[in-house]
């Protein structure tokens, strides 16, 4: 993906430095639709919700917004009344130097927690922050909400859907469920799609469903994860409503922009080495395959074989049998890639050159067949290596 | 405790090297009441029990047993019907041996799984298990059932109950939930207690709700998890019932025996360099106490913090805050030992110093108050640091 092509009609952005981040990195950033956008979201269901996601939740539920500021460097969480006041204050610097209405603000926060954001770095910046907005200023943008990233993740898609070329751009920032500032994970994704308002939300809440979620594992969110979509209707197609062929087009789109930007997050993971993806096939119910699937994923002792190179399939088993699921052990089949290592109710000692060989990929999948039903999960997750404890023993709050 | 003088009346212990483990040393352990003892268990929930489970499980319903037959170094787990056979073959060595039932035999296994158990080595040695038999032989029956274990757990108290001189003797091995043969947890306790069937079984299992299920914490068993308790009644004293005064000093010196070794397992989790205790109170359920408990405990980033020494009690909440329980933001107050951190929706940044104390010490007390009701409920962790992955990505099915 060339990012100076980036460009979706409609949208302009921007990220400039605020002074929050003590690099003096970017920090401060704006995405702007010329219009007013249909919007919908998907936020933490974490208790302790960051006071900016309290704000953003609230707002987009009349499912309109025209602009999404975000900080780096502070996450505002922990921060009380106070923190709330301050979420509002600064969209509130925003509208009024724009001159938009304060309720189509949307704003995120991510960063250390507890302590008081800098809401007045915050206000000197916006003057700078929409000067900069362009049609290609999305990788600046990005840029700005990044924190401990290492690479920037975007996706970029055109498609004609309705006889008119759609675009959806999204950008994200986190690094899968291993990330020290609390796994915090932002999304955006921007469409000049014209779609309604309950087709918009069906298709994104599905997306993120396979993507994020899958990828963040064990519903263990952060106190400001928040992922948007603003679809502005600059492309001028005929209006995509649920239940369309347009509609699934366009919601698989979104969950190839989501998906490829999660595997980014996944692959980031502070010292991750490999990308696993773990198959649950089937199961009796979706949600029996989910489980068993974020079982495996979570299980620090799978994690760490992996790391380690080690094929060892008796972790995986015994991880998936631990969550109370009766699992029936004779039908029970687990592979690595296409190898069998486990079936009836034993594992299989011949294929362990072969088992070498699949370790060293940087990319391994693993297939854990319930033999109880028809319904499978998958999760994407990444090994666990010193890496991790050397940046999470050290990151300080 | 001098290992010396560990003895209860009526039990005799033993451990010899059946050549199991390479390195010659201790691999198979005999504990044997000289008259047929009343008994209670409480074994793995992984719904791959390995095959010594499944006979043991049987076995222990009729509430009597005689003898307890552990090998080290191999867990006899998925390892299908051969495997059950063998478990079968290497109790009948032993009854056909000693001339008692062979439904009085429980067997246990702990080390690699998948692989098929040497019975034949089991079979040979059992002439010398038994003739090794003798009432101060406990330290190496125990020495017998360690596998990675640092350091040897056994625990012994006598006190009187209804005028009667009780011993209980309790042996252990395992490591917490972090151990590295998928944190196989062998736990035997031996009293001269007489005591009925209901009574046992109930105090046992109170004692292991609080001690190993509290510290192995998330419910994620291994597939060989096993605790037995036999009670020969040598002591002659009333027999203790349910709901007497005597029975609940008797369970609680139960649970007494059992808290020390499932402290001793969390203190030698491979890399830990810290004992953490978890207080969940002001729960409106027991059972959300104990959720709560654990989602901190599981936490890899507040394992890792504590391995750096930081006190992150953001990472406490966000932990706690992402299992789903509507928390009272505003009510929730945190302390590490007596210092709060978070109260009114806010961390308070006053204590930094006295934090950096405690985050010095080996053991550290966290206390979380959720500001819901009364109900409470406490888990012991450990820290989570680079030995952890050295060890666990380095040990070969």
């Known amino acids: ?23 003096g990195a970017r920090d401060l950033s704006l995405i702007y639709s010329t219009m007013p956008a249909r919007a919908a979201g998907v936020f933490t269901t974490n208790a302790f919700k960051a006071a900016p996601v309290l704000v ?3 707002r987009i539920k009349s499912g309109r917004a025209q602009a999404i500021l975000t900080n780096s460097g502070n996450a505002n969480a922990a921060t009380g009344a106070a923190g709330y006041q301050d979420a509002l204050d600064m969209s509130k610097s925003l509208s009024s130097y724009m001159k938009i209405k304060d309720d189509l603000v949307l704003v995120a926060s991510t960063g ?20 900069g907005l362009r049609p290609d200023g999305i990788p600046e943008a990005e840029a700005a909400i990044m924190t401990t990233d290492r690479f920037p993740k975007m996706a970029y898609q055109k498609r004609y859907i309705a006889d008119r070329e759609i675009s959806i751009c999204g950008i994200a920032k986190g690094a899968g ?42 519903g263990c969110m952060s106190t400001n994860d928040t992922a948007i979509i603003l679809a502005n209707g600059c492309a001028g197609n005929r209006m995509i409503r649920d239940g369309s062929q347009s509609f699934r087009i366009f919601r ?39 489980k068993i699937a974020y079982a495996i994923a979570n299980s620090n002792l799978v994690k760490t074989a992996f790391f380690g190179g080690d094929p060892n399939w008796g972790r995986i088993i015994a991880a998936a049998g631990a969550i109370g699921i009766p699992l029936p052990v004779d039908k029970v089949r687990l592979s690595f890639e296409d190898v069998p290592v486990f079936r009836h109710g034993r594992g299989i000692d011949s294929n362990l050159l072969s088992l070498k060989t699949i370790m060293e990929q940087e990319e391994i999948k693993i297939v854990f067949r319930v033999g109880m039903g028809t319904k499978d999960w998958r999760v994407f997750t990444s090994d666990l290596g010193f890496e991790y404890i050397k940046i999470n023993a050290h990151y300080h709050t």
């Open 1 to 23: 993906m060339d990012s100076e092509n980036i460009h979706v009609p409609g949208f302009l952005a921007s990220g400039v430095s605020a002074g929050i981040k003590e690099t």
């Open 56 to 58: 953003s939740m609230e």
């Open 112 to 131: 250390v927690i507890g302590h008081r954001l800098p809401v007045e770095k915050i206000n000197r910046s916006i003057p700078a922050v929409v000067k």
């Open 177 to 218: 469920m291993i990330q020290p500032d609390m796994a915090t994970m932002l999304a955006y994704a921007m469409t000049d799609a014209d779609i309604d308002s309950v087709a918009l939300g069906k298709a994104f809440r599905y997306a993120v469903e396979r993507s994020f979620n899958a990828a963040s594992v064990d």
């Open 252 to 290: 698989d789109m979104v969950c190839e922009i989501l998906m490829k930007l999660a595997k980014d997050m996944v692959r980031d993971g502070e010292g991750a080495t490999k990308a696993i993806e773990i198959v649950v096939t089937e199961a009796r119910t979706r949600g029996e395959a989910k």
